[in-house]
């Protein structure tokens, strides 16, 4: 059994619990996908005590019927309320059952949320068989706590990228980053992607204020923001505000239209306070999009003395557009990035990623229940 959210909404541990799904069920598991968010019925679903109620009852009616067919259970585990809802009633009740409970522990919070709420956490923890986690960042604060666990990394799936269609005629991969045409205004200027929900963590606006400062340089320059969440109206509302043009919200969008985004974009911009290993880094990797992320969470782990990536700190817009300018005049660097990043995309396959996924769920080589 896989635990984990499904998409809507489109995120990380969506992509990854879908992606984990079929990628067993390709090697002949029998794998039930269990949504921590099912769909509700669309008026209940706008009722937000009433929402969480409905579907916490539902999560555990589904959890609890598929539970006598399965020999193993994966929880994708992130931190704070879901924690606390999901992954502490999955892992409670695997373990009465009898079953194998595999805690894959994602959340880029997890320092504060340890040093918060650690007495009532650890406990559950404990309760797991193996604890997983995609990065060093997350084994460190593990090993910081009492716990053993073992790096799975992240999947990244590419096949969808290399038959997607662009999103306009001028972009060709390859040719990036550089200083193409605007569809709008007809000048020229590099195409800037941001793909992060419009959530506090990942402080989309200081994305949107580095690309104020870079359209002053390149007034032909683009934005385009894809995702949604709780700040999509207040950041609108600052564009507007600001009279800043060519930033477009192309909203939630389907993770295997993404990569219409990647082909189109000259960089990709990851702004986030708070992160651990985002699979839109490794999208942009696979596809070769240039980086400029800030330095948070396992970022720094995944890309080395900045050899895949440009970084920068958490909020410093004016570094991040000094980046971005960087890397439209200097197009060679641009290529040493991506070339390093394409190489690190080899960690991320199911090829790599099966053998150490395997070992965890059945530590003695047994088979498939």
Known sequence: MIVGPVPPPYGGMAVQAQALAALLGKEGVDVALVPTNPALWKPLGQVKGLRTLAQGILFLGRFCARLQRVGVIHILAASYLYF???????????????????????????????????????PVLRLAHAITVPSR???????????????VPNLVTTDYLASAPSVDDQSKPGVRPGLRANRTSGRAGPRLLVTRNLEPMYNVKMALEAFGVVKERHPGARLDIVGSGAQEAELKRWVAEKGLEDVFFAGAVPNEEIARFLQAADILLNPSNVDNMPISLLEAFAFGVPVISTRVGGIPDLVGEEKAALLVEPGDYLRMA???????????????????????????TWDSVRSRLLEVYYPAGGKVA
């Open 137 to 151: 960042f997350l084994e460190r604060v593990m090993v910081e706590h009492g716990f053993d666990a073992r790096i």
């Open 322 to 348: 000094e980046k971005i300018s960087e890397l439209v005049k200097e197009p060679e660097k641009a290529k040493r990035l991506t070339a390093h990043a394409k190489d690190l995309c080899k960690d991320f």
């Open 84 to 122: 606390f809802l999901r992954v502490f009633p999955a892992v409670l009740l695997g373990r009465l059952s009898g079953r194998r409970v595999i805690v894959n522990y994602r959340g880029g919070a997890a320092p504060v949320f340890f040093s918060s709420w650690g007495a009532l956490v650890r």
